[in-house]
């Protein structure tokens, strides 16, 4: 399918965002961040901003933005208007998270502890409505591709803003040189590895995948042909379905691109980040903050990749091969 980058900027920006606020909650239940009023402002600003940047981006491939309202309407059948309603939702125990930082006399203790974990699920449940959006869809058999029956695409938007989130936060810890930082590395590089395995045994699957339907299912007229092909273009130009359902992305660059995205937004920032844990001081900062760039580009690239390498079933009226 042809890749919308609004859609990719949204699910990079908001899938890093919602994994930081998990993060940044859960280190406030556990009491492994510090409840510091500078740290608690820049975490939480940095983290809703990546949420609320992503969340505009979704809505520039609208026709018509200003009804982009009415999609809230549609919760009880459509998996996209089930997350819009969660990540409004989000906003608000995300709001009293932020707020036990910045005005700690004005929050309770449980309180504040009851937000941060309404935060995690807010953002888990946001998370998990964007990937259904695509792993619902039946016309597009790379999306449901599954491993002893379990869906591989929500669990590769998990790992990937899980990963996320623990490296924004890693950053933020360096840069104010948190003694918390100190027991990140580890577990952030054991985040990144588990996204990028996810991904990777994804992308082997989809390579295995054959397809079980062709141009004799699409016209109907299987039972009576064995082997038919299209005589002549239906159109005499490209049509709205071949433009953004047919897409086509060429091997050679599809293995170029994955090597890329999983080296450079995987590998390298592991070595990283475990470089800074071991050099300490501004080394762990900028290292962290390289990390944090090559892991964003490495996600763009996998997103890309994601919706490239989808064929939708429509192609078959084509005689489009994959």
Known sequence: MNPAYSVLFFTCLSGAGYGM???????????ALPADFVFG???????LGLITSGLLCSTLHLHHPERAWRAFSQWRSSW?????VAAVATFIPAAVLALGWIFPAAVSATFWKLGALASVLGAFATVL??????????????????????PLVPFTYFGFALAGGMVWAQLLLSAFEKPHALHMPPLTCAA??????????????????TNVHDLLDATGLKENWQNIRAFDSPHTEQNYLQKEMGYRVARKHRDFLRRA???????????????????GGLAAS????LAAALFMLGTLIERWLFFAEAVHTSSLYYDDKK
Do not use: H, N
Request: with cysteine.
């Open 80 to 84: 996209l208007s089930r997350e819009g």
């Open 261 to 279: 995205a999983w080296r450079g937004g995987g590998v390298l920032p592991i070595v990283l980040l475990l470089a800074g844990a071991w050099a």
């Open 192 to 209: 990144l590895a588990l996204a990028w395995a996810v991904k990777l045994l994804y992308w082997r699957q989809i390579d295995a995948q």
């Open 129 to 150: 409505c964007t990937a259904m959006i695509y792993a619902s869809l039946k016309p597009v058999g790379q999306w449901r591709i599954t491993l002893a029956s379990i």
């Open 21 to 31: 606020l998990a993060v940044l909650g859960a280190g406030v239940l556990f009491d």
């Open 41 to 47: 402002v820049v975490s939480m600003g940095t983290c």
């Open 286 to 289: 900028v290292c962290a903050l």
